[in-house]
């Protein structure tokens, strides 16, 4: 549909509307610090369906416990770099590089998706994917059921080390509920749950497997302004526990409030990164947002608002 | 979350509220239709009388006297026109109404009857109900035989138990897992004839150097066809949906083609004669399993309890729950770190090994040839399943007891080539008034509602395409 059309788009226009390819490592040099504390490295991911480049060589770093927040116009490449960060995608070029802990890195490319959940890199959907006839409590125990070992026999059989990880299961999915503000929809059926309630539900199951790094795809779509402020309490709360939040948003009042770094994505390509005030003055970024001619005109935290929504 | 608009209250219950509980943030929890007597008039009631009256007058048509090639539609006529028209009619209506009025009496059931649940524990807590109505069916099992020929007890064992156990087997495939496994029927064969090459040397032409009492074929037989299960299945499970489906489809008339035509191996056609019947000679106890089919009967009464109790704790369990996620939304359970595609092989392994299991007792109960390996056979296990009610253990062996005591029944009234025309008719009356099954199981009942108002992936045979990878 229409989003196949913007990337065509992209492959003509990208040499225009994207920063001059000298301007690419000073970006990159922003980042700072030494790389001993970052928790993902993504380099130089190109992706392409058939004729159409999604990623066009995106390189993204991201520091343990930061909130980094990757933004940019429908169609820019956002999903489809979570996508790759996450395994559901295979990037043709490029590499992601994992750190679960600090100096222990693993490279995620070529990985399963499954694979990668469990070396600590959870997600959530854009339109949201729950198990929707199974109970809230239930889809918080597939997360945190993840990494248990016990096979087939041992639960057939009952034996102690099986059921004893099943209650642990159980209550850390339900501490989990309890953090995301669920305790008491524990059994109702997910499908059941309003549309702000199944977004938190999805975030309770993505921890639920425990990771290091949390992709949030656009958490706040469709939800009211009551829940948008909750939800940022919630991302603050999960990052002051160690858990590196890397987010997908396009409300801007969230972006600047939450994020500690924003990446902006267009046609593909990285064309700013930087502090949340940096970013929102940046040319490329207002001309990215609004067009080539407002160039005074209000950074994105006024004219990209909440109003944009995500299509594909 | 208290303002004056929060999502989470019940919408205001009307008329049209059922089928918008995706739109609205806040719609209704749950999709319920009204209680309006004049619902009773509405068009889907209405289309439902035509076909329950157009079914009776096909039953009255089929049932009554046979036509022949000159006057084809004269026997037809002479049915419709015959005063028995009037009794398939009032069953035909008393069936629609209680089809009607059967959601407004369940609704007070459920609410009867449903526990006010504790927080968290609750899923694991005491389910008094279920436990005394098992114990009841249970009694209901044992005492049954004893009221039969011994023709009706036999084809409890041949035709019931050993379908009852296959149903349970395959419902870990279908029910749980959603995959849909058309060639079920070849771990059977694969578990019978393993049994004729262990257990004797006249069986069949190719036979093992030594003899086996057919117990210990058991465990042998049941890692062989796992084995065989993962070998079908590892290639295959990438599949989705109708590809998976015609390929076990293939697996299934390959061994039964096998079965067939290997004259020297397997003895072909004529099938395996002479397959000793079980026994056990250990410490001083010495019992043979022989002619008569209640000792048989009761042995496969144990192996389906366990199995329905073994399958039960299955389903709770962190490997229950998993497949149930691949059913309902293949992508989200792979995101959230489920190893779908070992998961699919585990699920796919089990319902082979209980399979072959099933034709060990198979094989040592009675002679068999490879008609009992037909591709029919493997439908009319699905049938079994779905009738019965996918996902559920209890389901599944009522299916395969109301499937096939129709089967026993109609053996004597109609010509066997006809049978198949009831059994079209009772799963077609079936798929339209209970998709869910007989005896549905509680998840699965939720997600063909879901499936129903538009809500997630899950159709009747577990999660449609989705996504494509690059």
């Not at chain 2, 629609?96 to 609750?122: C, D, F, M, Y």
Request: glycine residues 12%.
């Amino acid at each position: 549909m229409s989003r196949a059309g913007s990337h065509r788009a992209s492959a003509r226009r990208g040499g225009a509307a994207a920063v001059p390819g000298a301007r690419q490592p000073s970006m990159m040099e922003n980042v700072g610090g030494d790389p001993g504390d970052l928790v993902v490295e993504a380099r130089d991911l190109s992706l392409r369906f058939g004729g159409v480049t999604s990623l066009d060589g995106v390189s993204l770093r991201q520091r343990r416990g930061e909130i980094l927040a990757v933004i940019g116009p429908n169609g820019a490449g956002k999903t489809s770099l979570f996508n790759c960060l996450t395994g559901a995608y295979r990037p043709q070029e490029g590499s992601v590089t994992f750190w679960p802990q600090p100096g222990q890195s693993t490279e995620l490319l070529g990985r399963r998706p499954h694979a990668i959940t469990r070396l600590g890199v959870a997600r959530t959907f854009q339109n949201i994917r729950l198990f929707p006839a199974l109970s809230a409590l239930e889809n918080v125990q597939i997360g945190t059921e993840v990494r248990q070992k016990y096979g087939p026999l041992s639960v057939v059989l009952g034996l102690p080390h099986a059921r004893r990880a099943e209650r642990d299961g159980v209550r850390r999915a339900a501490d989990l509920l309890d953090l995301v503000g669920l305790a008491h929809r524990t059994h109702e059926q997910a499908a059941s749950l309003p549309y702000g309630e199944q977004r938190r539900l999805e975030i309770a199951r993505a921890l639920g497997t425990d990771p290091r790094l949390l992709l949030l795809d656009e958490p706040a779509a469709g939800t009211n302004p009551v829940e948008k402020r909750d939800l940022a309490a919630l991302v603050t709360r999960i990052a002051a526990t160690g858990v590196s939040v890397l987010l997908i948003e396009h409300d801007m009042g969230l972006v600047m409030s939450l994020a500690t770094t924003v990446a902006v994505l267009n046609f593909g390509r990285m064309i700013a990164y930087g502090s949340p005030s940096e970013v929102q003055r940046d040319p490329a970024v207002i001309e990215a947002y609004l067009g080539a001619d407002s160039g005074t005109g209000p950074g994105p935290g006024a004219g990209g608002a909440g109003n944009r929504r995500e299509l594909g | 979350m208290t303002g004056p608009n929060v999502p989470g209250q019940p919408a205001p219950r009307s008329s049209t509220s059922t089928r918008e509980g995706r739109e609205g943030p806040g719609g209704p929890r749950r999709v319920r239709p009204s209680w309006h007597p004049a619902g009773l008039r509405s068009p889907a009631r209405l289309r439902q009388l035509g076909v329950l009256v157009l079914l009776g007058l096909l039953a009255a048509v089929v049932t009554g006297p046979t036509g022949n090639s000159d006057h084809p539609l004269r026997a037809a006529w002479d049915s419709i026109a015959d005063p028995r028209i009037v009794l398939f009619l009032v069953i035909a209506v008393v069936l629609w109404l209680i089809v009607a009025l059967g959601g407004q009496l369940r609704t007070l059931a459920v609410r009867w009857t449903t526990p006010v649940r504790e927080p968290v524990g609750a899923a694991y807590g005491r389910r008094g109900g279920p436990i005394a109505l098992n114990l009841a069916l249970l009694a209901v099992a044992i005492i049954a035989p004893m009221l039969f020929s011994t023709a009706a007890q036999q084809w409890m064992v041949d035709g019931v138990g050993i379908y009852a156990l296959l149903a349970l087997g395959l419902n870990v495939v279908v029910g749980y897992a959603g995959l849909l496994d058309l060639g079920y029927i070849a771990f059977f064969a694969i578990g019978a004839y393993t049994t004729a090459y262990f257990t004797s040397q006249t069986a069949m032409p190719w036979h093992a150097p030594f003899t086996l009492n057919p117990f210990f074929v058991f465990p042998i037989a049941l890692l062989l066809a796992a084995l065989a299960g993962v070998v079908l299945g590892a290639p295959t499970l990438r599949l989705r949906g109708d590809y998976l489906a015609i390929v076990t489809l293939g697996f299934g008339e390959i061994i039964h083609l096998l079965a067939n035509n290997a004259d020297g191996v397997t003895n072909g056609a004529r099938g395996a004669f002479g397959v000793p019947h079980l026994s056990i000679h250990l410490l001083g106890i010495d019992y043979t399993w022989g002619i008569d089919p209640l000792p048989y009967y009761y042995l496969l009464l144990a192996i389906i309890v366990i199995v329905m109790i073994a399958f039960g704790r299955l389903e709770r369990s962190r490997i229950g729950r998993s497949w149930a996620a691949i059913r309902e939304d293949e992508i989200a359970a792979e995101a959230t770190g489920v190893a779908t595609l070992r998961l699919k092989l585990l699920a796919f392994a089990i319902g082979a090994s209980v399979s072959g299991f099933a034709g060990v007792l198979f094989a040592s109960k009675q002679f068999f040839n490879p008609q009992s390996f037909s591709l029919q056979a493997s439908f009319f296990i699905v049938a079994v399943v779905i009738f019965g009610g996918m996902g559920s253990r209890l389901g599944v062996v009522v299916g395969a007891v109301v499937l096939q005591g129709l089967t026993f029944y109609l053996r004597d009234l109609v010509a066997p080539a006809d049978r198949y025309i009831y059994f079209g008719a009772v799963i077609v009356t079936m798929m339209i008034f209970r998709p869910q099954g007989l005896v549905p199981s509680r998840r699965r009942r939720r997600e063909i509602e879901l499936s129903e108002a538009g809500v997630g992936a899950a159709d009747a045979l577990g999660a449609a395409p989705t996504g494509a990878r690059p």
